[in-house]
């Protein structure tokens, strides 16, 4: 049986000049039984065209979506904010949700998810949450710096259980979340940590980097296996 095909948004220099994706994510991939195919940005027109030659969709992550996109105003100091990413990463976000396609969305992909869905956004977590944990860790990308609280019944708890350690590599998070969708972990401060939709369709967004934690942690790992599986399963 053919490998499970994962659509993987790409990330834009900053000249516009270039598209990148970190390494990471398809070593993920791959190890999880998938076939990458990476996803460059286009006319937003013709985003839902890629999902023809797609079994499931990773969202990756990168810089700050554009503020009128959640009908907000920008309030703080905003990283590499790039319309035209965030113009098609939606358009293809709603017609894969559309289309019942399995979906991963990691660090800024939560986001997108949420802002896809209707939800928004903190903006800044410093800034908007007083006596929220530092989630821009200093560390190696690989370390583990919080803890998070799994909710019981969600896709989530069947992999991870109630508890993990993860990486935390963002200043921005879910604030309110987008119709279908529910919270599946929380970190110690009651910042959402991880999202999934509400139907029969595996669509999970994690606000950490598993791709760079799925060689130290099993967990990390079956979050991508499952991932796969369902997108195995939507190209029969």
């Not at 049986?1 to 070593?27: H, K, S």
């Not at 992909?109 to 860790?137: R, T």
């Amino acid at each position: 049986m053919a490998a499970p095909r994962i659509g993987v948004t790409c990330d834009l220099e900053r000249d516009r000049e270039r598209v990148f994706l970190r390494a990471a994510y398809l070593q993920a991939i791959t190890a999880a039984g998938g076939l990458p195919v990476l996803l460059p940005p286009v006319n937003p027109e013709l985003a839902a065209g890629y999902l023809a030659i797609i079994d499931g969709l990773l969202l990756t992550g990168g810089g700050d979506i554009e503020p009128s996109f959640f009908n907000a105003r920008p309030e703080a100091t905003l990283y590499k904010v790039l319309p035209e990413r965030d113009v098609f990463e939606l358009a293809l976000t709603r017609a894969a949700l559309a289309a019942g396609m399995p979906i991963l969305a990691i660090c800024r992909g939560i986001q997108v998810l949420n802002v896809a869905a209707g939800g928004d956004l903190y903006q800044d977590i410093k800034s908007e949450v007083p006596g929220a944990l530092e989630h821009n860790q200093a560390g190696p990308r690989e370390q583990p710096c919080h803890d998070m609280k799994v909710i019981p019944g969600t896709r989530l708890a069947g992999i991870f259980g109630p508890t993990a350690r993860v990486n935390s590599l963002h200043h921005q998070a879910v604030r309110r979340v987008g119709k279908g969708l529910r919270v599946s972990a929380v970190a110690p401060d009651g910042l959402i940590e991880a999202l999934e939709g509400e139907g029969e369709v595996a669509v999970i967004g994690v606000q950490w980097h598993p791709e760079d934690l799925f060689c130290y942690d099993r967990r990390q790992k079956e979050l991508f296996e499952n991932f796969v599986e369902q997108a195995r399963g939507n190209n029969i």
